[in-house]
């Protein structure tokens, strides 16, 4: 999964960037690589690990991870293809989610693009620039909709009354992702790729003064705005988790302790970030590995199993689901085996997240 870590110039998304990229190369036993100079890729937090691996005496943990993209480049007419505009909406097409980082602090040195501090207006530029993107799409697909019209399929007359709502509520200043679908039209919505529509967590950026600091102004803005839009909020301070992602990890519990802090912040946005996104993680225990695997809610356990291997889902007999908690409880697979805890579960079980998965295949 990616998402895209978005904001006007100096409003701390290169700093916050900088933290993530960083933090991921300093977990030497987990995936992480920067694949581009741009992109970085970080474990998702999940004390369950650590816990299921001393059950089995695992040789290594591996959590599952979040791909973040850097994407650079926006202006103001951005969607007109102005600076890097027609690149940084292309970018923005590819990731599953937005991270809009969002300036919530004042600083005589760093100067602000529009030499304000107003992060409502900021959350509208950008903004904007998706929705006259997605305007522009919806146009050029609803004027195809209407000439296939005359072919007299009803599907057409459907799309292009999808289209045209759509069209009205772009118009009027709103991002897809506040309107309501049903689940065939929510089908046609997701074939579209429209920017609008992406799920969108705006990372509150504060000084290192505000950090515990309920009352800071700027983000009951960005909170408020963010409600309005179907979207979600962070509260993080960018400066601090960069200097926390180049401590050794011995050091990093004292330093957030220093804030007042009881975890980083960019744990608690990856985490949010993998909810937003409707994942679960199933995990798989033994000697060799104990290993956290990432699935959307609603996965059934044959496909489940094909996030291993493609053969475990082809072969698939049957899952056998110990929930983490009750493993723990019993101390390990075979207690649980023996106290009538391991559940045997066929091709129509949906998959819960914390379950611990044993499957049964043959090919």
């Known amino acids: 999964m990616k998402l895209g870590v978005v904001g006007l110039p100096n409003v701390g998304k290169s700093t916050l960037f900088n933290a993530i990229t960083q933090a991921g190369a300093e977990i030497a036993n987990y995936p992480f690589c920067t694949i581009e100079p741009n992109v970085g890729v970080v474990p998702v937090p999940d004390e369950r690990l650590d816990k299921l691996a001393a059950l089995y005496n695992s ?33 923005i097409r590819e990731v599953d989610a937005i991270v809009h980082v969002v300036r919530c602090f004042s600083d005589s040195n760093v100067t602000h693009v529009n030499n304000k501090v107003d992060p409502v207006s900021d959350m509208q530029t950008i903004n904007l620039e998706l929705i006259f993107a997605d305007i522009e799409t919806v146009a050029s697909r609803l ?43 929510q089908e046609a919505v997701n074939g579209m790729f429209l920017l609008t529509a992406k799920p969108v967590i705006y990372a509150a950026n504060i000084s290192e003064e505000d950090i ?7 983000v009951k803005e960005v909170q408020e705005q963010a409600a309005q839009e179907n979207a979600e909020t962070l509260v993080i301070c960018a400066k601090v988790e960069e200097e926390l992602s180049k401590l050794p990890p011995d050091d990093k519990q004292m330093f957030l302790e220093s804030y007042g802090i009881g975890e980083s912040g960019l744990n608690r946005l990856v985490k949010k970030c993998y909810k937003l996104l409707h994942l679960i993680s199933f995990l798989t225990a033994g000697e060799k590995e104990t290993r956290a695997w990432t699935i959307t809610e609603g996965t059934k356990a044959p496909q489940a199993a094909g996030k ?10 049957r899952a056998e689901i110990v929930p983490y908690e009750v493993m723990l409880q019993m101390g390990g697979y075979n207690q649980a085996k023996e106290h009538g805890k391991v559940r045997s579960e066929g091709k129509d079980y949906v998959v819960k997240d914390g379950d611990v998965v044993l499957f049964r295949f043959n090919v």
């Open 308 to 317: 291993i291997h493609t053969d475990f889902e082809k072969g698939f007999i």
């Open 143 to 185: 004027n195809k909709a209407i000439t296939m019209q005359k072919t007299g399929d009803k599907k057409y007359k459907i799309e292009t009354e999808l289209l045209q709502r759509i069209s009205a509520h772009l118009e009027s200043g709103q991002p897809v992702r506040t309107m309501t679908f049903d689940e065939e039209e």
């Open 59 to 91: 040789k290594k943990i591996t959590p599952t991870f979040l791909r973040f993209v850097d994407i650079a480049g926006l202006v103001k007419g951005a969607s007109k293809g102005e600076g890097l505009g027609n690149k940084f909406l292309s970018h």
């Open 212 to 218: 515990g600091n309920d009352d800071n102004p700027l």
